[in-house]
């Protein structure tokens, strides 16, 4: 019934899109299809018992795994970074340009269709880099490169999912993917010491905010510290020290924001510089935290959100939210595991002060 409602198949009547459907009921048809085991979506699987549709189920799984790792994850950060054109939006940008042609006296070469959700796409894969680049080890363990998709029973020639499997080139390009984000926001500093030079009013905006979160920390008591590198209040450096009575005690960790001449609609990006083991900050030093859309323009929100994740002593178990593969399993597993995730914590905390 959910795929009708998506048009993926003919579904009985009553059961296909109608304009009745609003929103919230494809948001709920498409959730409905999220699972371990996409085989049980499609069509027919109420009578696969048999030996090879047990077979059919493991071979699909391993394409939809596979597809998702390249088409939603790859290819659309590969758009948005310049890597790899998509011909489909590569044709959307050319009809835009035509129009401005018409509309204009003078074509504008920036004109791009409206990306809403770009920025956050770039923030989700730098959060789960490491989940992305273990899925694509471990595919390349399961399947070897170059073996066809198996086409399933339910799949015709008009709607199908041919290709091969390649989760070696995959991983080669989520890392090309990783290079071209850490550069982009490397930019950013040098971008916002030229905002400040040109009197940018994002540039008045964010020394306005480093002066007011400066005191807001010194009014609250706080002991971490806050400030520019090199001036530039694009790039806010920030000195954590380790909250008493938790297993953070005595550290003293950095982590820096750096910030875009497009903020806020460019979000900030946060690395920490001191190394630590935690299960909401990734390998690399990725903090995943959150905003809410009413304070993303506030600089000091972020840092808070940071700080709140760090110290967050009992956070409910999401096996969405795995940033840090490793440390996640030892964080949510048995009372030995949670002891070793302990003493690897505390022995960086350790390391931060010496």
């Not at 198949?9 to 048809?29: F, T």
């Not at 030996?51 to 059919?56: A, E, F, I, L």
């Not at 390249?70 to 970074?81: F, P």
């Not at 006296?105 to 269709?113: F, L, N, Y």
């Amino acid at each position: 019934m959910d795929e009708s409602i998506l048009g993926t198949w003919r579904g009985e009547r009553g059961e296909e899109w109608s304009a009745a459907q609003g929103l919230e009921s494809i948001l709920l048809s498409i959730q409905s299809l999220m699972s371990s085991n996409p085989y049980e979506n499609e069509p027919g699987f109420e009578t696969a018992n048999g030996p090879t549709d047990k077979k059919n189920q493991k071979d699909y799984v391993l394409k939809i795994r596979h597809e998702t790792l390249r088409i939603t994850v790859i290819l659309r950060l590969e758009h948005s970074l310049g890597i790899r054109e998509d011909p489909l939006l590569q044709s959307r940008r050319c009809q835009v340009r035509l129009t401005d042609d018409i509309d204009t006296d003078e074509a504008d070469e920036d004109s791009v269709p409206f990306e809403p959700f770009e920025d956050l796409c770039k923030r989700r894969f730098l959060w789960f880099y490491d989940t992305y680049l273990a899925a694509a080890k471990k595919g390349e363990e399961e399947v070897m490169d170059g073996v066809q998709f198996t086409r399933m029973p339910f799949e015709g020639q008009s709607n199908s999912m041919d290709g091969r499997f390649c989760y070696g080139e995959l991983a080669s390009r989520l890392k090309t993917i990783k290079t071209a984000l850490d550069a982009e926001t490397a930019r950013w500093a040098t971008e916002g010491a030229a905002a400040v030079q040109q009197e940018m009013t994002v540039a008045h905006n964010l020394s306005r905010q480093f002066e007011q979160s400066v005191e807001a920390f010194k009014r609250d008591g706080l002991p971490h510290n806050i400030e520019l590198e090199n001036g530039n209040p694009f790039v806010w450096v920030v000195t954590y020290f380790g909250k008493p009575m938790t297993n953070l005690d005595g550290g003293l960790f950095r982590f820096r924001l750096l910030l875009s001449p497009r903020f806020p609609r460019e979000q900030p990006r946060a690395r920490f510089d001191t190394a630590i083991f935690h299960h909401s900050i990734s390998k690399a030093g990725i903090p995943y935290y959150g905003v809410s859309s009413s304070k993303r323009e506030d600089v000091r929100c972020h840092i808070e959100a940071i700080i709140e994740a760090l110290e967050e002593e009992a956070p409910p178990y999401d096996p969405r939210i795995m940033v840090h593969p490793e440390a996640h399993k030892l964080y949510w597993g048995s009372p030995e595991d949670r002891k070793m995730y302990n003493r690897r914590l505390r022995r960086l905390v350790q390391q931060s002060i010496e």
